[in-house]
């Protein structure tokens, strides 16, 4: 009885390891959206013999945050039923990390890296997201082609 | 009888194999391997204690084993989070237009740079200079004209030349006409795009009609056709 109940214990031990090895891998990496929670860009105007005038909403912020271990990076990705208008997500400050440029956002395309080289002990750094909407005269407008409601996906993983 | 899970644990198969004349049937699974146990402990082939410890450790493997099975994969998604949210792109319709440059000088001079030709009483001078840029992203647009002067002592006429758009749809001109107070069709047909033309303004005077001085407004006006 004696040496099942030292089973049990070392069981246990492996159950408790099992479940802090999870926290530590899932728990250390952290992203918030803040700001204007789901921001509308409006295109109004346009260029006679140019074309319709860019809308940019720097309304969001991403905040992150990574363990004491690795390098991370954050990639972004968006699903948009029947896109017909262009949209684009750059961060030009991001407090740790590097912006990894402008990205078109393209409905069901593969993830692009957004931050990169994000370091361990990243604690709270902020990024400011700023979403450009461009379209083309010759894309039409909303009233014919429906409005773009994108859900992008910001993503924090290992690089 | 035959029992290979028992191959895990030797030793304790050893023991249940002395049991061979113990014929039951291994569609009942872990509850045979159970019954021979017992039956193993009534023969005293094997203890109670050690029959115990073999369904605990066993118990406690197929735990680890199911627990590994469920958490490892887990534990490779919680390597990753993601945040969401709802971006919006609305377009307006949008028709824009513009003309260059905002003032036209059409001059019938007299003196000795006058346009008049003897034994003719019309008088001509043109202008092309002026340029009409437009873009829409709505269906069959036109563009008018229209003057605010009324009544006129000379005439004005307009045509368009030389139309170009991007990507296509350019629109067809009108031939050219008289501009009046009332709006006037001066391209149709264009689709969603933007371009530009030439505009071309055609003063008419008339000798008899004496001198003087037409000072239009004129109104270009994109609209849906």
Redesign the interface.
């Known amino acids: ?1 004696k ?2 109940l030292h ?2 214990l070392r ?1 246990s031990f ?2 408790v390891s ?1 479940v802090l ?2 926290y530590a ?3 250390g ?5 803040r700001g204007t ?16 005038i860019d809308v940019v ?1 720097t309304g ?1 912020s991403l905040r992150y945050s990574t363990p004491n271990y690795r390098t991370w990076k954050i990639t972004v990705g ?1 699903t948009c039923m029947n896109q ?2 262009t ?1 684009r997500v750059v961060t030009t400050n991001p407090q740790r990390g590097t912006s990894a440029g402008e990205v078109t956002l393209i409905s069901g395309a593969q993830a692009s890296d957004f931050i990169t080289g994000i370091p361990s002990n990243t604690n709270r750094a902020n990024a400011t997201l700023q ?1 450009t ?1 461009s ?11 429906g ?12 690089q | 009888m035959s029992f290979r899970g028992f191959i895990l644990l030797k030793g304790y198969q050893m023991r249940v194999q002395t049991m061979e004349t113990t014929k039951i049937p291994k569609e009942n699974g872990i509850f045979g391997l159970y019954l021979i146990a017992r039956i193993a402990i009534f023969n005293g082939t094997i203890t109670r204690a050690k029959m115990i410890s073999f369904f605990s450790k066993r118990t406690i493997y197929l735990t680890v084993i199911a627990l590994f099975l469920v958490l490892l994969p887990l534990t490779a998604f919680c390597q990753s989070q993601s945040r969401s949210h709802t971006v919006t792109v609305i377009v307006d319709p949008v028709s824009v237009i513009a003309v260059a440059p905002v003032a036209v000088n059409l001059d019938i001079p007299g003196g000795a740079t006058a346009v008049v030709i003897a034994g003719q009483d019309e008088m001509r001078v043109t202008d092309q200079n002026s340029i009409l840029r437009w873009g829409t992203n709505e269906d069959e647009g036109k563009v008018t004209i229209s003057t605010s002067l009324t009544p006129q002592t000379f005439r004005l006429q307009v045509a368009v030349s030389n139309i170009q758009a991007n990507p296509t749809g350019a629109g067809s001109i009108v031939t050219q006409f008289d501009v009046t107070d009332i709006d006037h069709d001066l391209i149709t047909n264009i689709a969603k795009s933007s371009g530009h033309c030439n505009i071309l303004y055609t003063g008419i005077a008339l000798a008899s009609a004496g001198i003087g001085t037409d000072s239009h407004t004129l109104t270009l006006t994109m609209v849906a056709q």
């Open positions: 009885m040496k099942l089973r049990c069981f492996y159950v099992l090895l999870i891998e899932g728990a990496q952290t992203i918030r959206i929670r789901n921001p509308t860009l409006r295109i109004t105007s346009g260029i006679p013999d140019g074309q319709l909403n969001c968006t017909s208008f949209l979403y909407a379209a083309t005269f010759d894309q039409g407008h909303s009233g014919d082609e409005n773009d409601r994108h859900t992008v996906t910001y993503t924090i993983q290992r």
